[in-house]
């Protein structure tokens, strides 16, 4: 394996573990970069380097980011933000992904980059619904602004320096590991 193959993977769970923040704010900084050819991407995913797509992305972006603002609007994106995640999760890493075989590049698409995508978002809503039991939502929007500037930080380190992005989707995702053990493990006194 070389060593573009290695950072087009770690590129794709990096930007994946962004999407399980917000799905489509990754999708317009791949786009974007794509855009001003600071990456190349897979033939059959350049309509992403687009000006329709790019201003698709960027509106989408802009909604979604606002809608997680509103309050039972936030909870409700959280309700189909898993599944829509996990999709575009698997869109990311097959667009970033490069020189391996279809079979390869599409069991690493669904399982890394759709299995990532899907885990942080449930984390997430999880962290919003969890907040919103106990703040009455008053710390929603706190949760949003830390969701958004995360996905954003992440996507961002994900273009420049795709293998410290891969690192940090690792540990992101063991802590949730931590956290999905910590809280399923019974207390007994």
Known sequence: ?????????????????????RVFLPLFVLSLASYFDVIQLN???????????????????????????VPYIDNLLDSIAVPLAA???TVIMLSTVIDLSPVITWS???????????????????????????????GNPIVSIL??????VLSIISIFLPILAGILALFILFIIYRLYTKFKTPCVK
């Open 43 to 69: 033939d059959s995913w350049i309509w992403l380097s687009t000006t329709s797509a790019l201003l698709t992305l960027g509106v989408a972006s802009m909604v979604e980011v606002f809608a997680y603002f």
């Open 1 to 21: 394996m070389t060593l573009e193959i290695i950072i087009s993977i770690c590129l794709g769970i990096g930007l994946s573990a962004s999407v399980g923040f």
């Open 147 to 152: 969701e958004t500037i995360t996905s954003i």
């Open 108 to 138: 690493l698409a669904i399982i890394a980059g759709g299995g990532t995508a899907a885990a942080v978002a449930g984390t997430s809503g999880a962290t919003r619904l969890t907040s919103t039991v106990t703040t009455g939502g008053m």
């Open 87 to 89: 999709l575009a999760g």
